[in-house]
Each structure stands twice: as C-alpha cells, then as structure tokens.
C-alpha cells in the first residue's frame, strides 16, 4: 500500500513569480560585486579571460595567461569567455563572465522542477484515495512536490557557495539535473528523439568535466529501464543512439584540438590523462570524505531522502523511486571510486537527492516537521542576528570583542558603509521575520510547509554575507590590491614575467596587474614573480642565479603566502 494519504488543501502551489523570485534573491547575491576569489574560482575567471582576449589557440587550449589547464573540459569557459566578449564592455568582464553562471543555475533549478513535476503527477505517484474525495489533482499534486523539491534543492548548504562561483561544477550540476529530466521523459516515452536528447545532455557533461560522470550516468540510466522492466529490445539501441549523440557533441572540440595542436600542445591527449585519473579502486579516505561533508553538505536533503528511501520500501520498482535512488547510488559510487575526492562528485548527489527528499516529505509526521521548523527559526535566526552584531561592531566598536575579532580577521581594512547593501539586507531580514509570521499563525498544511523556513532562512544568510560582509570577503580572498601592488613595481619596459604562482594568483595577476607573464615555450624573462610560503621547507629562499629583489608583499589576510618580484643580475 502506498504511504501517502494527502488532502487537495496540502498541494497549493507556490505561484510562477514567487518561485522565479526566490531564485534570483538566491543567486543574485554572491555574484554582483564580488571579485574573483581564491582559488577555483579565480582561475576559472582567468582561463574565461584569456579565452575571450586571445585566440581561437585560446579557445582550444584552456590556459590562464600561457599556464596549461588541460583538466576538466572547456564547456563552462567558452560560455564565460562568450559572455565577455558579448557583455565586458557593458557590465565589466567580471560581472560578465558571472551572468553564464546565473543562466547555468537557473537551467539546473528548471531541470530539477520539471523533473519532479512529471515524476510526481504519474499515476504510481498519487497519493491514496480519501474516503468521501478530496484528494489532489495529479498536476496539481506533482507542482506541489516540484515545488517542495526546489526549495529543499536551494536550501542545501553544499550548493550555495558552488553555485556562485565561475568552476565547471555548477554546470555540472545543471547538466546532470537536466539528464534527470531527458531521463524521465525518455522512460515516460522511449523514443530515438528522447534518446537523444540525452545523449545532447551527455555530451554537454562530457566537454564540462570529462567523459567519466555521463558514462556512469548512462549506466545509470540503463540501470533504470531494467527495474523497471523496459524491454532490452528497444532500450540497448535507443542508449547506443545516446552514446554516439554524446560523443558527436564532443567532436567539435576534440578534432580541433587534436589536429591543430594550438600553440604545440596536445590538450586531449592531457585531458584524458585527467580523466582516467579520476576513477580508482574504493579507499578509505573517499568513505571518510562522504561521511565527514556530507553531513552538512546535503542538509536538509538527506534526512527526507533517506526517510524516503524508507517509506517507500514496498513501491521500490516505481518510477519516482527508482529514477533519483538510481542516480544517487551511482553518483555515491563514482564518489567513493575517486583518489582525492572533490567537492564536484559530492554535487552530482545533488539534484536526485533533493527529488528523493520531496517524495520524503509526503510521509513526515506533523511532529517532525515542526520540529525541524523551530530548528530552522532557532538556528537561522541566531545567525542572522550574530551577522548583524558583528556588522555593526567593526563599524561603531561595540561591543569590543565582536569588532576586534572581525577587524584582527583583515589587518589594514577600513570598514565602510554601502547604504544600498544595507538596505537589501535589512529589506531581507524583514522578508524572514514576515516568513515565520506566516508559517507560525497560519500554520499552512501545504506540503512544502515543512522546508520552506529552512530555505528561506539559508538564503537569508547568504544575503547577509554577501551585503554586509561583501567588502570583507572581496579583500580577504582577492588578489586584486596585491597585483596592483607588484604592477606599480614593474620597470617601464617590462614585455616578459616568468613565474612559479598557481594558477589563481597567476590569473589575479594577469587580469588586475596586466602582468605580462611568458608565453608558450618563451624562455630568457629578466623578471621573475617568484611565490613561496613562509611555513614551507624553502621559505625565504630565491630561485637559483643572481636575482635582485624589486618588490615583496602579500595579501593582508594572508599569513603564509610571500611574493617577491625579482629581476635577473647582469
């Protein structure tokens, strides 16, 4: 028997602009005013850059100011060297190259909705009939739960700061959410047009992070069609169709790349060394990864998932049980299969488990879910006020221990006031308090009732954070005064810098300074941006030869990290 009885009076969806305007407050933020951030993030930005002021070399060699990145796949970086190109001069290259990552999240927050909506108004899904009626419509029931899916997709600490930054992880995300989608209605209607569009979805994953995750993904799909009993006649070519479509997708970078070998390099042959360096036998320190950043990662999702993973026990071979577990064990897999864990496969879990936590919610007494309501008010709003505490006392010095705190985090800053962020987060902090009004004198039966507190309180944190704390943030984890600094420094006919710096300070550097470091196989530089760390086994020490030291600085936040600019002695 299903474990669902719902009245039509808990499935009252969020209307169309709510939603649309809870996404935009979640992603605007944290990508309008912020400075490319150390580390992933800035040197994402700095092969978008050199893509977008290069050429068509730049494009097929993913390379931050002549320093190879063959890693990942070049998907995430021609969208933002596109949106440079198109909208730099008008918005800035910064603010510009962040506009990709807004459109990314809005398709992976689509994807999801859609993907929940089909599963949830399917017959299977229903919930069971009441006695005298009353129970919902099927569309009606499957918005609700598509709504309650993005909620809880948009309160998962994990995903906040990922989806804000310039990586190829968001995108991932985004494509993996829109498999989902292609997959569900590929099982709703197996034809060759759906079958290729996964295959499209595929081969777009592939050029974002490798051929590793969509191969696991189609595995997964295949998985799928024979729980659900989908005959292997039809299924195997229609995944074949998929396969080759992917691999076609791929085709106009990796022939190009391979034939025309820009600037002498061999990028594929160097991104599928990645790739097979990605997947591995089962270790230790991949169980302990999970366990250790998952706990906070997934939150809110996986207690509703696995709650779900439970109530649903006896209807394990339906189609919204089987799709999202399905994704979410191979994705666990393909985790625990990895060398070094990243953060990238702990957001591939992201999108099914937040479909398996709104089919969970169907069957969470009204006891849990006011208590994980005043968990929500307790904790978030303890937050929110600890922030606003904070704020105000590294401006006024009251109280004394919070703004020495703050201000010992970041020698040398000067806190100033931005009345507009002021404003925005004020007006948002006033949004919270009017949303736990609502939710505790209403006491709404909706069924997204349950997570609505939890998503609206994280956005609200991050409002705060990136409002009021933005300016900190931005000289905490940005290279951009440091750069300057070494600019300034550099003798008037300077043409050529070699450098050690990675590759996030070597694109801060090239992007705020113009420093104009060696190109592909140049060798004879007189200067040299030498980084070393003051904790390290050679700190302290020059490179070998006769250097004359010109500069030497850090970031103030930093208390290891050392830059000297040295020129060669004749």
Known sequence: MKPVRLPASATLALPRWALFALALLYILPGVIGRAPWKNDDAASFGIMWT?????????????????????????????????????????????????????????????????????????EAQPLKLAFGGQPEPDDFGRTLADAALLIYLGCLGLLQHSHETTSEPLLTALLALTLYRSVRYMERPCPRNAALIGLALGLMTLTRGWVPPAALLVALFICTRFLAMPAARTLPHLLLSLLVAAAVTLPWTVPAMLARPYGQ?????????????????????????????????????????????????????????????FVTIATLLLLLHPAPEHAQLLMLMPPLAIMAAFGLLTVQRGAINAIDWFSVTVLTLGAAVLWIFWYAQLTGWPPRPAHNVLKLLPGYVPEVNW??????????????????????????????????????????????????????????????????????????????????GPAQRASFAYFGKLPFSAVGQTGCQLLLWQYDVRGPNAGKT????????????????????FRLLRRAP
Request: positive net charge; contains cysteine; charged residues 10%.
């Open 543 to 562: 490179p070998a030869g006769n250097w004359t030291v010109l500069w030497e600085g850090r970031r103030a936040s930093d208390r290891s990290e050392r």
């Open 266 to 326: 061999a990028p594929l042959a160097a991104w599928l060394a990645w790739n097979n360096s990605q997947i591995g036998l089962p270790n230790l320190r991949a169980v302990q990864a999970f366990l250790r950043d998952g706990v906070w990662f997934f939150w809110p999702a996986w207690p509703f998932a696995l709650w779900a993973a439970y109530a649903w026990r006896r209807q394990s071979n339906l189609l919204h049980i089987v799709v999202p577990t399905t």
């Open 420 to 501: 507009l962020a002021t404003i925005v987060a004020a007006a948002a902090t006033l949004g919270w308090f009017l949303l736990v009004h609502w939710r505790v004198s209403r006491r709404p039966s909706v069924l997204w009732r349950a997570v609505v507190l939890s998503s609206g309180g994280v956005i609200l944190i991050w409002i705060l954070l990136m409002t009021l704390f933005l300016p900190h943030m931005n000289y905490s984890k940005s290279y951009a005064t440091v750069a300057r600094q070494v600019a300034e420094a550099l003798p008037a006919d300077t043409d050529c810098i070699a450098t050690n710096a």
């Open 51 to 123: 893509m977008a002021q290069g050429t068509w070399q730049d494009w097929l060699w993913p390379n931050i100011a002549g320093m190879s990145m063959p890693e990942e796949g070049p998907l995430m970086f021609w969208l933002g060297a596109l949106c440079i190109k198109l909208l730099g001069p008008l918005l800035g290259d910064i603010l510009a190259a962040r506009v990709a990552t807004i459109g990314i999240f809005l398709l992976g927050a689509l994807s999801l909705w859609f993907t929940t909506f089909h599963l949830g108004r399917r017959p």
